[in-house]
């Protein structure tokens, strides 16, 4: 079955470490996003991109970037993290033809 | 930008009640209202939206309702099952062609007692 994929799953780094998260998918959509969900903020968008040269910023990007490398790959990276960072990341996509998001499994990462 | 109140945080029912949660949105041009399911470790998942031309809809137990004018929609759960526990998110978004960007409530989860 067409999926979106996440990896690492579960990271635990250290303050000022460079982290990357990435993203994968065979849905064939063009559409992907990365959110941050923490405990009772519910899914906060980080950045998102409508095709491969196309990159915004969403409510909450400072501290992150993000590289659209071809249709199907979409990472997040934390330059330096630091603890605030920790929480529960989830990329998803979408088509242009419909507005519902497929998510990924997500990935939980520790910032000590 | 957009703001998304979700209500209540928490809801505890018994097997079989009914279940509504509530949400109340900021921007007039906000057009697409999805609702999603997660369950505990699991990734969120489109359990059914609306869009502002139409006032209800309605898919077996779940069903939401749209009031432009008050800028409030609402999922209603009947007849819940234990299977229903699971944290719901409400969304509001604006766009065409798929290029909805979703702001999200905080969440609501939901708790059915056997």
């Known amino acids: 079955d067409a999926d979106v994929t996440q990896t690492p799953r579960n990271r635990i780094t250290k303050t000022g470490k460079r982290i990357m998260l990435e993203c994968s998918q065979t849905k064939g959509h063009d559409r992907m996003y990365w959110y941050r969900q923490d405990p009772g903020l519910g899914l906060q968008l980080i950045y998102y991109?409508?095709?491969?040269?196309?990159?915004n910023k969403g409510e909450i990007s400072d501290g992150y970037s993000v590289s659209r490398q071809a249709q199907a790959k979409f990472s997040l990276s934390l330059e330096s993290a630091i603890p605030n960072q920790t929480a529960l990341y989830f990329c998803?996509?979408?088509?242009?033809?419909?507005?519902?998001?497929?998510f990924g499994p997500g990935t939980r990462l520790t910032v000590l | 930008g957009e703001n998304v109140e979700q209500h209540p945080s928490t809801l505890s029912v018994q097997e079989g009640d009914s279940a509504v949660i509530k949400c109340t949105y900021s921007d007039s041009a906000s057009n697409y209202f999805p609702w999603y399911k997660q369950e505990l470790g699991k990734r969120p998942q489109l359990i059914i939206d609306i869009r502002s031309n139409v006032g209800e809809k309605k898919d077996q137990r779940i069903a939401v309702t749209l009031n432009k004018t008050a800028k409030h929609f609402s999922l209603h759960i009947t007849e819940t099952q234990p299977e229903d526990s699971a944290v719901y998110f409400c969304a509001a978004s604006r766009g065409s062609g798929g290029s909805y960007i979703p702001t999200f409530g905080r969440g609501t989860s939901l708790i059915v007692h056997p």
């Open positions: 998803a996509t979408s088509s242009t033809a419909y507005n519902e998001q497929f």
């Open positions: 991109s409508f095709d491969v040269k196309d990159i």
